[in-house]
């Protein structure tokens, strides 16, 4: 029995359109509360460095928690807003399904290991959660070999090239620590939670008896539409028809048993919608 698809190609259209932007609200929340304390450490005078990441210190694990939140100066904090925005929304967008994962895991995992190889120093900054989402996104279309997750992990490479010179020890202020750290977490997070670029989904099939809406005429300005009512029968070998076509009025004839018309009856009885002689084959 032939199926036919519903077409819902604006409804997908504005769903995903919505789904796009609400992607980036959660990174646009988490960088509000990063310039919220900052703001307040700016007006109470409060120094917020000792919640950094100590390495190797007991008590410098509740920097993996918190070090990320805490920023040195406005540049600083300025050069991760706006990748914590971008990146987190395409992770949320392209990678619904796993998307918090991979983030709690690059969180986590890259103040983890800057614990274990930084500098005996206060690692402050979310420079570390940039590096793994941008490593994320990177490693996990050249890992599947999937032509919209590499597409993506181009564009990462083309607008973030500069992240690679982050990796190198160019100054003593900078935790390169911390990026190297992060760039790794997120090579981790592609290899356990990586996936292509989800497909659409497939319409529902609907039975061939539902009326469905089709379309006549798409070269004006204007849609034209028509019903058609299908019903189909189950298909028995034993029962076979013939129809009569009538030019005349447009409609076939009742249908009958198989025949077969003598080669040489005569012209007017081989014309369709008159009498014509049957003759039953034997």
């Known amino acids: 029995m032939p199926d036919f698809q519903t077409s819902n190609s604006t409804l997908n259209i504005q769903e995903e359109n919505n789904l796009f932007s609400y ?25 917020l460095v000792w919640l950094g990441i100590q ?60 614990w274990f190889i930084g500098r005996p120093a206060f690692h402050i900054g979310a420079s570390g959660v940039v590096y ?23 564009a990462v490479l083309f607008l973030y090239s500069g992240l690679f ?16 750290a992060g760039f790794f977490a997120g090579l981790i997070a592609a290899v356990v939670y990586g996936e292509g670029i989800r ?33 189909v029968q189950e298909y028995e070998p034993s029962n076979s028809f013939f129809y009569t076509f009538n030019p005349a009025t447009g409609e076939a004839a009742s249908q009958t048993r198989m025949y077969f018309i003598s080669s040489n009856s005569k012209d007017e009885n081989r014309s369709y919608g008159r009498k014509a002689k049957k003759y039953r084959g034997k």
């Open 23 to 47: 992607s980036f609200l959660p990174g646009t929340l988490f960088v509000a509360l990063l310039w919220l304390i900052s703001l307040l450490s700016y007006l109470t005078g409060a120094d």
């Open 55 to 114: 390495p190797r210190n007991f008590f410098g694990l509740v920097g993996v928690v918190t070090g990320p939140l805490i920023h040195g100066d406005l540049l600083h904090l300025l050069s991760n807003s706006f990748p914590l925005v971008l990146l987190s929304g395409f992770i949320l967008f392209l990678h619904r399904k796993v998307a918090v994962r991979v983030m709690v895991m690059v969180y986590v995992l890259s103040g983890v290991l800057t």
């Open 132 to 154: 793994g989402m941008a490593g994320f996104l990177l490693f996990n279309g050249f890992l599947r070999q999937n032509r919209g997750a590499m597409a993506v992990s181009l």
């Open 165 to 180: 010179y982050g990796l190198l020890p160019t100054e003593e202020r900078i935790s390169w620590e911390g990026h190297i």
């Open 199 to 231: 497909r659409k989904k497939k319409q529902p099939y609907i039975a061939p008896s539902v009326v469905q809406r089709h379309v006549s005429n798409t070269m004006g300005p204007q849609y034209h539409h028509f019903h058609i009512q299908y019903q």
